[in-house]
């Protein structure tokens, strides 16, 4: 996603905003709704996820694209066509 965001921010391109919206649709799928505040790092063919401590790099990663994604400058009442996220 940070590196979607990046390319975003240089070309404006909507291919770009598509991809961020994608990996962020992605990242969610490791949230924990069970547990807020928390995620799982690995997801098993069967889509369960398995059970052991999430490394603190996650957390970093996670963060600084979020971070990323949140400093994106946008312009009032411009979108990304065919989404909601703002240009």
């Given at each position: 996603m940070k590196a979607?965001?990046?390319r975003y921010a240089r070309t404006g391109a909507d291919n770009?905003?598509?991809?961020?919206?994608?990996a962020y649709?992605?990242?969610e799928?490791?949230?924990l709704?069970?547990?807020?505040?928390?995620?799982a790092d690995k997801m098993l063919k069967d889509g369960a996820f398995l059970e052991e401590l999430v490394p603190a790099s996650s957390?970093?990663?996670?963060?600084c694209a979020i971070n990323e994604l949140l400093n994106l400058k946008?312009?009032?009442?411009?979108?990304?066509?065919?989404?909601?996220?703002?240009?």
């Open positions: 979607a965001v990046s770009e905003g598509r991809e961020i919206i994608d649709r992605g990242l799928k490791y949230f709704a069970d547990r807020p505040a928390l995620w957390f970093y990663h996670i963060s946008v312009a009032e009442g411009s979108v990304v066509p065919g989404t909601d996220l703002p240009r």
